[in-house]
Nanobody
Framework: QVQLVESGGGLVQAGGSLRLSCAASGRTFSIYAMGWFRQAPGKEREFVAAITWGGGRPYYADSVKGRFTISRDNAKNTLYLQMNTLMPEDTAVYYC?????????????????WGQGTQVTVSL
C-alpha cells in the first residue's frame, strides 16, 4: 500500500503562483510514476501532469504546458506541482496519484493510489 497526502492548495489571484506537494509513504519503492489530476465542479477528473519516479520523465496536459512544472524528490518521497500564471479555469480540486505500472499516463483508471485532494481557487 501507498499513502498520499497533498498540501499547498489555496486561493490565489489570476496570474499568481502556487506549489502543490504530495508526500508518499508506505511501499514507495514499488512506484513507477506519479501524477496530478484535477476535478472542477460538474466536470470529470482530468489529467494535469505526471512524472516517472525513476527517470523523471515528465508528461503534461496541453492546457498546462509552459505554465506548470512537475517534479519529484525521491529522497523525500515527495511530488511537486509548481503552478504559474494561474487562470480562473485552473480552479479545481487537485489530486495526487501513484501507479505501479507502465501505461497511459493520462488515464485516471490506471493509477493505483489517490490522495484526498487539495482545493485550488483562482480569482479574477
Amino acid at each position: 500500500q501507498v499513502q498520499l497526502v497533498e498540501s499547498g492548495g489555496g486561493l490565489v489571484q489570476a496570474g499568481g503562483s502556487l506549489r502543490l506537494s504530495c508526500a508518499a509513504s508506505g511501499r514507495t519503492f514499488s512506484i513507477y510514476a506519479m501524477g496530478w489530476f484535477r476535478q472542477a465542479p460538474g466536470k470529470e477528473r482530468e489529467f494535469v501532469a505526471a512524472i516517472t519516479w525513476g527517470g523523471g520523465r515528465p508528461y503534461y496536459a496541453d492546457s498546462v504546458k509552459g505554465r506548470f512544472t512537475i517534479s519529484r524528490d525521491n529522497a523525500k518521497n515527495t511530488l511537486y506541482l509548481q503552478m504559474n500564471t494561474l487562470m480562473p479555469e485552473d480552479t479545481a480540486v487537485y489530486y495526487c496519484a501513484a501507479r505501479h505500472h507502465v501505461g497511459r499516463m493520462s488515464q485516471p483508471s490506471e493509477y493505483d493510489y489517490w490522495g484526498q485532494g487539495t482545493q485550488v481557487t483562482v480569482s479574477l
